[in-house]
């Protein structure tokens, strides 16, 4: 017997059955034909059939084009031809800058952090050099993190409370993966032990190798304060991270089974930095953070901690997320570098937006203009163009005022790196808020003097501050870091000299933090 046709309704392939139990080899005659009386046409035929249940029943529509068709022999639209439409929720988020300006975004909900990233930097026309970063803040607790880049953003805000007021906020994040790169700033020897199998010298590169692999794995140990639960004192206890978890040590530092109780485990729970600990919980230092459970019912379930300082927190935060995401974590790294061949993390300049690769120099001195097509003239002109600018700037204050303070106060301050009468806490929460990396700078008014500026700097894990001190000489300001040694007649050389000249400065200037708005 031939099998029926796939999408045949039931029975169409079976044995007739015979008709009152008659016997099964029976064949049942056909109903004669209506025939039309002679000389009239035969009348069309009924589209809509009735069958017995005297329902009507609709005819297949004839496919016109059943080439286009994925089987030469289907001639009629069939649902399963047609393309499944997925089913994808969206729902409307609010994403803040630095300066508290907000955009709206409606996204699906398996959307990434990634692509919200992309999202709003192909919006604003921004350069994607892969530091920037979404992050969630919880307002009431004082806690933010950055949100990993395959993490869906639905599912982060699933586990908002209905009366709590936490944001996402966009923004650089030069620490994203900075221990990718330079390991040795985030590992210090004193914090991390091998098992007895593993060479005690092992390399920087090979404890991130130790810590992707999931067979083995470093410990990391040391001194942590932690808030007793329910309570408003801090303990200090030592503590020892693994793979399997948080554990502290009941008598001293050993690390025996016997001594060892367990404190959290990570695989559930995120990770967030206190921004406000010594404020709202009483921490006994500015270092801390908390473990918080993807579904909390509030401040109750959170396990606060607290280290001695910035060097020990990174430390511990770092090696928490190599182990609860691992490999994950190195391919979020690599992908903006995957397919673009012979490109290594370390080498590749940053994307330009698409309005930026459309740009061209030209050069309208003659009568008709023209394209620069040489790159040395091309770079050449922009320098001249530039250097023109602040003449045009200054000689057009100077008209109006004082050739030395109106000057020199109108060029730095259109500069993102330029920070208006902010204090040293807010400098330092700035410079933190786009990560620890050496060479994250900004320049800012200083509060101690009004005529001096403030160069915020972060190197080794630490901000440190250096006054930028105007001097006068034959009428002519000039600004100094080195007590005169080296002059600039505005800010904007001073910091163009320092990104590529070390000078008196710990590090080159590298990345600047600047209040983007959205």
């Known amino acids: 017997m031939a099998a029926p046709w796939p999408g045949a309704p039931p029975g169409a392939g079976r044995e007739a059955e015979p008709a009152g139990g008659g016997s099964r080899g029976a064949v049942r005659s ?121 993490e869906l953003v639905m599912e982060v805000q699933s586990n908002w409370g209905m009366e709590e007021e936490n944001k996402f906020y966009f923004r650089k994040n030069y620490a994203k993966y900075e221990f990718f790169k330079n390991p040795v700033g985030f590992f210090p020897d004193h914090m991390i032990s091998f098992s007895s199998e593993t060479n005690a010298t092992v390399k920087h590169s090979g404890i991130l190798q130790m810590f992707l692999n999931s067979s083995t794995y470093p410990e990391v140990h040391g001194y942590l304060h932690a808030k007793e639960q329910g309570k408003k004192s801090w303990k200090k206890l030592y503590f ?152 045009r700037g200054c000689l057009r204050l100077n008209s109006h005022g004082s050739p030395i303070a109106m000057s020199n106060m109108a060029i730095h301050r259109s500069q993102s790196w330029f920070h208006h009468k902010i204090s040293r806490d807010e400098a330092q929460r700035l410079i933190l808020q786009h990560g620890l990396v050496d060479g994250v700078f900004l320049v800012r008014d200083s509060q101690s003097n009004p005529k001096t500026f403030v160069l915020s700097l972060s190197h080794g894990l630490k901000i440190k501050h250096f006054q930028i001190v105007p001097l006068e000489d034959d009428g002519k300001l000039f600004y100094t870091l080195d007590d005169g040694q080296t002059r600039f007649t505005d800010l904007i050389q001073l910091v163009e000299f320092y990104q590529l000249n070390k000078g008196v400065l710990p590090c080159k200037l590298k990345h600047y933090c600047a209040r983007i708005p959205l």
């Open 240 to 391: 020892v991270l693994r793979r399997s978890g948080l554990y502290f040590s009941t008598k001293g530092t050993s690390k025996e089974p016997r001594h060892l109780q367990f404190f959290c485990e990570f695989s559930n729970s995120d990770i967030y930095m206190s921004l406000t600990g010594r404020k709202i919980s009483g921490a006994p230092t500015s270092y801390g953070f908390c473990f918080k459970p993807n579904k909390s019912g509030g401040t109750r379930d959170l396990k606060q901690l607290c280290a001695d300082d910035e060097q020990s927190r990174t430390c511990w935060m770092t090696a928490i997320r190599l182990f609860k995401y691992g490999m994950q974590l190195y391919q979020n790294y690599m992908q903006p570098y995957q397919g673009r061949s012979g490109c290594s993390p370390l080498s590749v300049t940053p994307m330009r937006s698409i309005s930026e690769n459309s740009l061209v120099a030209m050069d309208f001195s003659g009568h008709r203009s023209r394209i620069i097509e040489n790159p040395t003239e091309a770079l050449s002109v922009a320098v001249e163009e530039g250097l023109a600018w602040r003449r």
């Open 30 to 150: 056909p109903r004669p034909l209506p025939l039309a009386p002679s000389g009239e046409p035969p009348p069309p035929p009924d589209r809509r059939k009735k069958t017995d249940g005297k329902i009507l029943e609709i005819p297949a529509i004839p496919n016109p084009f059943p080439e286009l068709c994925c089987s030469p022999f289907a001639s009629v639209f069939s649902a399963s031809l047609l393309p499944k439409a997925t089913s994808r929720t969206k729902q409307v988020i609010k994403v803040y800058s630095e300066d508290d300006s907000s955009k709206a975004l409606e996204i699906p909900s398996d959307i990434t952090a990634r692509d919200v990233c992309q999202l709003l930097i192909l919006k604003n026309h921004y350069i994607d050099d892969h530091n920037w970063t979404l992050f969630e803040e919880l307002t009431h607790t004082g806690l933010e993190r950055p949100i990993e880049d395959h």
